[in-house]
């Protein structure tokens, strides 16, 4: 099992404006994932993360627009950079720990 | 490029009646896993099948993998109301790819 520790858990924000959402996992992980869930939908994978390596970005996101950071083992964080309305949305940290793939609750982000 | 498709979308149960929750994917995968999102909430794991033929039960819920047809089920037995909830399959090819998808998820309604 593991615990993924996930802040901010919500948000408002200003059009323009940027936001950092960071990622805690209380074990060591070489493996982690970010998803943005709209309202009603499935989860769609923005990026995978693993430490010692860039980040890999799904079609349709940029390292300029979501840039993500791996510094260790645990911990990882996601900016959501120069918000639109249209960035509103849950954004999800998830870690591969021996197999499983847990999540962290959520950021859940309005733009303004 | 790695695709899932989840059927039924949306699915009306009464209280005692079974039913069964179809996950195809497009490509052959390291693992498959399925999870329970309440309204507001993130996602609980409720299986991880890992080989062809795996079968896991828990409680009224029943899972299983054909790798060869590339589809996994999710079989609801004499559903209960505490059953209501999204329910995903997530498709993993981790180990080349590093990729993780969700289907599109099933809305599951139970009805006294």
């Known amino acids: 099992s593991a615990v993924i520790s996930q802040k901010p858990s919500r948000d408002i924000c200003q059009r323009g404006t940027s936001l950092t959402i960071q990622c805690q996992v209380d074990?060591?992980?070489?493996?982690m994932f970010w998803y943005r869930q709209q309202p009603g939908q499935s989860l769609t994978l923005i990026a995978t993360a693993n430490q010692g390596s860039e980040a890999t970005y799904e079609s349709g996101f940029v390292i300029d627009k979501f840039p993500i950071s791996r510094p260790n083992l645990t911990f990882s964080t996601l900016t959501v950079s120069n918000m639109s309305p249209e960035d509103s949305s849950i954004y999800l940290c998830?870690?591969?720990?021996?197999?499983?793939?847990?999540f962290g609750e959520g950021s859940r982000l309005t733009v303004l | 490029e790695l695709k899932v498709e989840q059927n039924p979308l949306f699915l009306s149960m009464q209280e005692g009646k079974n039913y069964t929750i179809y996950c195809n994917y497009s490509t052959t995968s390291d693992r498959l896993y399925w999870y329970r999102q309440d309204p507001g909430k993130s996602l609980e794991s409720l299986f991880v099948l890992l080989s062809n033929g795996a079968v896991k039960q828990e409680g009224r819920l029943m899972a299983s993998l054909d790798t060869k047809a590339r589809l996994s089920t999710l079989h609801i037995t004499a559903a209960v109301h505490d059953l209501s909830a999204t329910y995903f399959c997530?498709?993993?090819?981790?180990?080349?790819?590093?990729?993780?998808?969700f289907g599109a998820g099933t809305r599951l309604t139970v009805k006294p």
């Open positions: 997530a498709v993993g090819v981790i180990y080349n790819n590093n990729d993780m998808r």
């Open positions: 998830s870690a591969l720990v021996t197999g499983e793939l847990f």
């Open positions: 074990s060591q992980v070489t493996m």
